[in-house]
């Protein structure tokens, strides 16, 4: 194993887990989220010795990642619905966890939409950061970022005022960041 491929087998070690959470909340599918992140890995090896005479690494592999994620729901433009629910019997009303709302409350937003908020609120990116990632301008990112969170208030109004029920924690900071960092 050469050099390069060893420094880009130790990145793509260190790097996986995060590209993986991060297409997760893009997707909402881990099994896909894997495709995702194992993709963008395939396309940042493809560019190595380029990305790392530039140390930009970690940026050109979570653009890379939101660019495939755009890409793939570009291409799969399809009427079929996908739900965990049989259509013969009714499921069990259950007070769902915060965590499974928020992630079904990303699943309403479009793909840009999504990934405006996933970039700016998970990956705690900057405006101009998010804009650079995604390939628009701040101002692109901020529209985005305030339809996502005007249509996320309307998603998650009422579920969020139900506690559910009792946790072992009830600190929100702990609940907010277990809600995007799971």
Request: aromatic fraction near 6%.
């Amino acid at each position: 194993m050469t050099s390069h491929e060893q420094e880009f087998a130790e990145f793509a070690e260190a790097s996986a887990p995060r590209l993986r959470r991060a297409a997760f909340l893009l997707c909402g599918d881990w099994h896909t989220a894997e495709d995702l992140a194992q993709t963008a890995l395939a396309k940042v090896f493809v560019s190595w010795r380029k990305v790392r005479r530039q140390d930009a690494g970690h940026a050109y592999a979570t653009r890379t990642l939101v660019n495939s994620y755009l890409a793939d729901k570009r291409l799969r433009r399809s009427t079929e619905i996908i739900t965990d629910q049989l259509p013969d019997r009714p499921a069990p009303v259950l007070a769902p966890e915060t965590r499974m709302v928020v992630l079904d409350a990303l699943g309403t937003l479009p793909p840009r939409s999504r990934a405006v908020v996933v970039l700016r609120y998970w990956a705690d990116l900057s405006v101009d950061q998010a804009a650079d990632v995604l390939g628009c301008s701040p101002g692109t990112v901020k529209t985005l970022c305030a339809r996502a969170l005007d249509k996320l208030r309307v998603v998650l109004g009422d579920a969020l005022t139900d506690p559910g029920p009792p946790g072992p924690r009830t600190d929100d900071s702990y609940q907010a960041k277990e809600t995007w960092h799971g």
